[in-house]
């Protein structure tokens, strides 16, 4: 097993451990694996040796944490990002995996922590009650755009040794939250989304296609979802010469990185006078859609920075009003908010060339290089003999209050040992794990249906 990245450049590859919770954030966890590997520095340098770059690259396990977002087969499929193996867990079942090939030839490099802040936060500190004589180094990050709870989700994973920012912009206010509360800073390394590419945008004669990027709980309520669909129909219907694709993150009954109680599948199923001939609902790989995208609307979905980083036309929507609870606040300054009666009217907006550059779009050709920086500090801790203890700023002496809560969640004790009860159990096979397979599709699926069904319904009883 390599401990430093000369070792591993000379053949040996580097093992790195994703552990996700949803369907976007292991994306965004396997992608940034594959970038922040020391290795993938060297495939510039030699891109000819095909063989040595195949034998340098790292070995990619995954871990789905289970719950109410665990990825549907479909949803891995659609994500379209694989692992050399794959398989769901609970949070103690990852920590005894990492814990039992530590003192092995399978012990792994790094780990990815692709998860909610709470989630992130245990973990760590569950990887140090583990005490490893060689802890792998631990990454952490967000899979889009942060606009709410900038403070809560960032010392959520301060203790990671590596905590990538997605722009500069979002660099300068990571170490200012860190050093506000007198913690240590040094972490925060500045890169980028890991699955921007695609080829830039040519417009194609004959082709007019107008996207729709939805977003699980943005907006909330069923009014304003319903608004956009019926002002997303009305400009189908005023321009018939143009497709108009609705882009969904999942069928009804999926979950993804937030819950989605209001399908706009439902929606549409109810809208007076059907849908028009050139409206469509369509899923799949994003950047498939934006293949053929000649101008990407949103409220405030991360798919905006996909689109602009191929320089296709794009627009913030300002019809729900500039908000925070929407996220569109993130785009002030952008260029590129606009309302619907604008689009209408055939208003494309032009981005803020100064406001992409702090964004970590990297339209300009820079996306390249923006994971040398977090490539480069990974490498440098890996070459380290031994690691520090994991410190997390948040400790059973800086939290009382929060932390022991947190970690209680996870079934974890205040110091990050397993709760009694969480120990391993024994492995179970044949009909008993199909039966226990079966019982917790059955109430992860009891739960999506109440999510979505009974919770509206109950809502709306409480309005009366």
Do not use: C
């Not at 699980?216 to 608004?227: E, I, K, N, W």
């Not at 990185?257 to 006078?273: C, M, S, V």
């Not at 739960?447 to 319904?457: D, E, F, L, N, T």
């Amino acid at each position: 097993m390599p401990t430093s990245t000369s070792e591993a450049s000379a053949g040996e590859a580097l093992r790195i451990a994703v552990l996700a919770d949803s369907d976007t954030r292991w994306k965004w966890g396997a992608l940034t694996a594959r970038r922040i590997a020391p290795h993938a520095a060297a495939e510039a340098a030699d891109a000819a040796d095909e063989a040595a770059e195949e034998a340098a690259a790292p070995e990619l396990d995954g871990f789905l944490l289970r719950g109410r977002a665990t990825p549907t087969p479909r949803q891995l499929a659609e994500v379209g990002v694989d692992a050399d193996a794959l398989r769901e867990v609970t949070g103690n079942e990852f920590l005894r995996a990492v814990g039992d090939a530590a003192d092995t030839d399978r012990r792994y490099d790094v780990i990815v922590l692709a998860l909610v802040g709470g989630a992130v936060q245990a973990m760590l500190h569950g990887l140090a009650a583990l005490k490893l004589a060689h802890r792998p180094v631990v990454v952490t990050g967000y899979v889009g755009v942060v606009y709410e709870k900038l403070a809560d989700g960032l010392l959520l994973r301060h203790g990671a040794d590596v905590v990538l920012a997605n722009s500069r912009h979002d660099a300068d206010r990571f170490r200012a939250v860190y050093e506000g509360v007198g913690a240590d800073a040094s972490s925060v390394t500045e890169a980028a989304l890991p699955f921007l590419g695609g080829a830039p945008y040519e417009r194609r004669e004959g082709r007019d296609t107008l996207v729709f990027a939805t977003q699980p709980s943005v907006p909330a309520t069923r009014a304003d979802r319903t608004y956009l669909l019926r002002r997303l129909v009305e400009h189908a219907r005023l321009h018939p010469g143009r497709e108009v694709l609705l882009k969904l993150r999942s069928k009804p009954g999926e979950h993804t990185t937030h819950i989605e109680e209001l399908p706009y599948q439902r929606l549409a199923e109810r809208l007076p006078g059907g849908l028009p001939a050139n409206f469509r609902l369509v899923y799949g790989h994003m950047g498939e859609v934006l293949d053929r995208t000649d101008l990407l609307v949103t409220v405030s979905s991360t798919a905006a920075l996909e689109s602009l980083h191929r320089n296709i036309p794009t627009a913030v929507l300002t019809d729900l009003g500039v908000r925070e609870a929407l996220g569109n606040h993130h785009f002030l300054g952008s260029g590129l908010l606009a309302s619907f009666d604008q689009l209408d009217a055939g208003h494309r907006p032009a981005p803020d060339p100064e406001w992409l550059a702090r964004q970590g779009v990297a339209a300009d050709g820079s996306y390249d290089t923006a994971f040398d920086a977090a490539r480069k500090r990974v490498a440098e801790l890996l070459q380290r003999p031994a690691l520090p203890p994991l410190a997390p700023y948040y400790t059973p002496a800086t939290a009382p209050g929060y932390l022991p809560g947190l970690l209680a969640r996870h079934h974890l004790a205040p110091d990050g040992a397993p709760l009694a009860g969480a120990a391993p159990k024994a492995e179970v096979s044949g009909v008993r794990r199909v039966l226990r397979d079966a019982v917790r599709a059955a109430a992860r699926g009891a739960y999506r249906h109440g999510v979505q069904r009974v919770a509206p319904v109950i809502r709306r009883m409480g309005e009366l």
